[in-house]
Structures are given as structure tokens and as C-alpha cells.
């Protein structure tokens, strides 16, 4: 069998894991990740420029500076409100949307601080600002089936789903 060239409207199984740049597990990689080749944003552009071209068995070492992967670190995004704002039963750790009143997207806010009458959410996603080195073995590669492209993102093996 001829091996496939990882090219765009390839459907590309992922065998990865994620550090930061201190050697931190960020992502083990527990379920392989299958994206639609070729500017789908089903990864990361620099990830996906870097597996162009590869085939069935390669393996890549990639690090991700924080602007090629989950952006700076803002502190414009930190808020501290005061906590009558918020229910009771809120706990550090979890996450809140706030819609702009400009009508923009959502933004997720982490709650990172509960004290002295004040609550403090961060709207950085959790790697905002990490380098991330992923560490990535082709596990698949083949031609998107009709469906795929219909979607624009690939489908596990056996995978249907409606949108």
C-alpha cells in the first residue's frame, strides 16, 4: 500500500502529547487527534504547515511560542468585581461567559480568586502565554470523505454525527 502524503482535504490521525516548556504534561494525548487537512482550523496553522507533506509513521517535535498557539497573556482580561455580583455557590476554578455589551463573542472567564468581598476572573484561556511543545507521531492519513468536506473537519472511523 502506497503511502499517503499528508496534503489538503486529508483526514489526519494524531498519536501526541503536549508539554510545557518546563517538561509539564499539559495534554497526554489519551484520545488521538483527527483533523481535516489543508486551513480547516482544525489545529494549529504552525502544526499544520509543519505536517504538510508528511507521511503514515512521522514523527515531529514542534514547539509553539504562546502567539502561535493560545495567544499572549492579557492582563486587560483579569477583573476583579465585587462578589454581590455573583451566586453564592461560586468556587474557584469555575468558569463563567460574559457576553460584551458590544455584541461580541462570548468570553470564558476562569474564576482565580474569591477574598475580602471581591471575586477575581481571568478571561485568559488556562495556556495563555505557555509555550507548548507537541510532540506528534501520524498515526493515519487518507482522503476526506464528501461528508468531511460538507463539514469541514474530519470524522473518527465510524464516527456520524449531525450538525
Not at 490521525?13 to 482544525?42: I, R, W
Request: aromatic share 6%.
Amino acid at each position: 500500500m502506497s503511502q499517503a502524503e499528508i496534503a489538503k482535504n486529508s483526514v489526519v490521525t494524531l498519536n501526541y502529547t503536549v508539554t510545557d516548556a518546563d517538561g509539564t504534561v499539559v495534554d497526554d494525548g489519551s484520545e488521538p487527534l483527527v483533523y481535516l487537512h489543508g486551513g480547516y482550523d482544525g489545529i494549529f496553522p504552525v502544526l499544520e504547515e509543519a505536517l504538510h507533506g508528511k507521511k503514515t509513521g512521522d514523527t515531529l517535535k514542534i514547539k509553539l511560542q504562546p502567539g502561535d498557539a493560545f495567544g499572549d497573556y492579557d492582563e486587560s482580561l483579569v477583573l476583579v468585581e465585587d462578589a454581590k455580583l455573583f451566586p453564592d455557590t461560586l468556587e474557584v476554578g469555575m468558569s463563567l461567559e460574559r457576553i460584551s455589551d458590544a455584541g461580541e463573542d462570548e468570553v470564558l472567564y476562569r474564576v482565580t480568586d474569591i477574598a475580602n468581598g471581591k471575586v477575581v476572573v481571568d478571561g485568559n484561556h488556562p495556556l495563555a502565554g505557555v509555550a507548548l511543545i507537541f510532540d506528534l507521531t501520524v498515526a493515519d492519513v487518507r482522503a476526506a470523505t464528501a461528508e468531511e468536506l460538507a463539514h469541514g473537519h474530519g470524522h473518527a472511523h465510524g464516527d456520524h454525527h449531525h450538525h
